[in-house]
Structure formats: C-alpha cells, structure tokens
C-alpha cells in the first residue's frame, strides 16, 4: 500500500488538529498561497482511516489552488476534513474547536462549506475564527454556495455542447446526473428549464423522491452503474470523486463529461482512455468553480448578482480550456492545468516586487 505524505505534493503546510473533549479530529491543507490567502471549504466525513482522510486533504486543496487561479481569483487553494460521521458528532463544541485552528493560522487559510458542512455551521465556526466564508444570509455571507455550482456547471456543459455539437441549446438532449444532493438538485433545475430529458440517480431516496416531486418529468436509473449504460448525451458526475475510472469510461454512452464533483478522475490516464472513445472532458475544477466564486464574493461584500456575473464567465473559459487542449493536442485537463499555472506564476512572481 502506498503511503500517502504529510507533506503532500508540494504542499505549502498540513495542520493536525485534534480536540480530545469536543471528539475534533481535522486537517487543514495548504497548497499555495501563490495568489492569495488559501480559500477552501470544510468537508465532513467518516473516513475508513487517517490515512484515506490525509490523502482527500491533499487531493482538495491541490485542486482549490487551480480552480482559484483559472476562475480568476486572488486567492490561493486549501482544503479541511473533519473525521467523522456529522449526523452523529457535529456539535457546537466541535466547530467552535475546529474555528479556533482555522484562527490560528492568522488568515492563511479561510474555509467556507463542503460536503457535511453548511452555512448555518460556518456561523458557528465563524464564532471562533474571522476567516470564514459561506455564511448564512443573516450574517451577511452568501447562503448556499450550491446555487452558482450549479449555475457554473450548467455554463461549462454549454460550452461543451458549443464544442462538440456547435450548438449551447441543451433542449432534446439527454443529461444524466449522478447525486442530486445540495448541487445536484440546482443543476436539474437549469436542464429542465431548457427543455433537456433529465435522469437522475442517488444512493439517497429521499432527495430522488423530493426531485421528482418538483420535477415529475425526470427519470430515475436505479444506480450509477446503470445510468451511465444509458443512451446518454451528457454524464454530470456531482457526488464524490473518483467518478470516472477505467470500468466507466469502457461503458460510458455520453459524449460529454460536465459535472461538479470534485477529482473526478480515479487516476491520470483516465483522460487517455475518455480521448480514445471520443468522450470531451469538461475538467472538473474549471465548470465547478461556481461555488468558490459565491463564498470569495463576500470578502468584498457579497452581491448575489456580481457574483453571479463572475460565474458566468466559466462558459468562456470551459470554452478556451477546450480549444486549447484542441489545438496543442493534450487532454483538457492538461490545458486547464496549463492555465492555471501560467496565471499563479505569472501573477504569483508580483509579490516578489517589494512595495
């Protein structure tokens, strides 16, 4: 088994943190602060083992550091987990704990919501730590960052549509999302409203059962495995990573990939295999950066509408990500990477100049 690195892939800083009263077993990961104050949510979950949680930290963080800089944001990437099932130990004690690490890193690092965390519970994290974002409408934040997710998500998937089909309109075409959770259940929403056949699936009922009672015209498979048989147009992973490995892309129907999960891909010649049966990529972090953009926009004073504008822009650069792995012949992906990389350089070397 290989053994995953407190120091990640050059990772900036990895902080344990662990409040025995409370039951708070967490870790903060920095990955840059190239651009800015690292900027990333909290995910809550009950990892198999520390290990397992170590390994999705330093995954994350890696990817808010990118996503960040392709949205065009002034800030650097970071990621937090919180061992543990939420349903069972999330009390006020344990995010007030879990705020006062976030404190303690003196603004290198501000956290907001991820999967198992909510905006009611950045209040409360917010009552130890003032470097937080997510917060509910009450106090001034953003509210659900789902909602521009989604919004985001729905502007890659035109994008792609623009590039495989030369055409945005999603009306007639056949869109299968995988987990219609917080993310999930907004995305439907936009692909419904432009008249696209909608199938869903979740390991939840209840959220199946909620949708469909908005939606009575979706239609539901009984697994992921079995969606994406499917004859599907587009395939909208958003529930957790690892969504597209060798067993999937060998079956997949669709044509196009466009989905908020993060880390979508089990490994990196995941891509290698999508390109081969013609299957466009729409990289994760560049379509979902809707969400992140939502929480940066209260560091200005949160405006629903600018932001709103700001996560827009993903059609254009989904749209240039594609055109460029295109033209150089590389992997979306590898674009995306390309230009995120160029901007925290480029961008990241002005704070050298001293002023």
């Known amino acids: 088994m290989t053994t995953v690195s407190a120091f990640g892939t050059h990772h900036e800083q990895v902080v344990f943190c662990h409040d025995e009263a409370s039951g708070l077993k967490a870790i903060i990961a920095i990955y840059s602060t190239a651009l800015g104050p690292a900027l990333g949510g909290t995910r809550f979950y009950p990892y198999a083992s520390e290990t397992d949680a170590l390994a999705d930290v330093l995954n994350l ?146 959220a199946i059962a909620a949708l469909r009672d908005l939606y009575p015209g979706v239609s539901v498979a009984p697994s992921t495995e079995a969606l994406i048989r499917e004859p599907i147009d587009i395939y909208a992973p958003c529930a957790l990573g690892g969504a597209l490995d060798d067993d999937t892309v060998a079956v997949l129907t669709a044509r196009i990939v466009c989905g908020a999960a993060n880390n979508q891909l089990a490994h990196e010649g995941v891509e290698k295999l999508l390109a081969e049966r013609d299957i466009v990529y729409a990289p994760d972090y560049c379509v979902n950066a809707g969400g992140v953009i939502q929480v940066a926009d209260e560091l200005e004073g949160f405006d629903f509408d600018r932001a709103k504008s700001r996560a827009t822009r993903i059609f254009d650069t989904t749209a240039a990500v594609l055109e460029q792995a295109a033209s150089q012949h590389v992997p979306p992906s590898v674009a995306a990477d390309r230009l995120a990389e160029e901007r925290m350089a480029q961008v990241g070397r002005l704070s050298q100049i001293r002023l």
């Not at 501000?110 to 905006?119: I, N, P, Q």
């Not at 055409?167 to 869109?175: P, V």
Request: contains cysteine; charged residues 25%; aromatic residues 6%.
């Open 61 to 206: 963080s890696q990817g808010m550091a990118y996503k960040n800089s392709l949205a065009g944001l002034d800030l650097g990437g970071g990621k937090a987990v919180i061992i543990g099932d939420p349903r069972r130990i999330k009390t006020e004690a344990l995010l007030r704990a879990y705020g006062r690490f976030v404190e303690s890193l003196h603004g290198r690092y501000y956290t907001a919501c991820d999967v198992g965390t909510f905006s009611a519970d950045m209040d409360i994290v917010a009552r130890e730590a003032r470097y937080v974002t997510g917060r509910t409408l009450e106090h001034g934040g953003a509210g659900d960052s789902s909602v521009l997710t989604a919004y985001g998500v729905y502007q890659g998937m035109r994008a792609s549509a623009q590039h495989v089909w030369g055409d945005t309109n999603l009306a007639g075409r056949t869109i299968g999302v995988a987990g219609v959770g917080k993310v999930g259940r907004h995305l439907v929403r936009h692909l419904v409203e432009e008249d696209a056949r909608v199938v869903i699936t979740d390991v939840n009922d209840d």
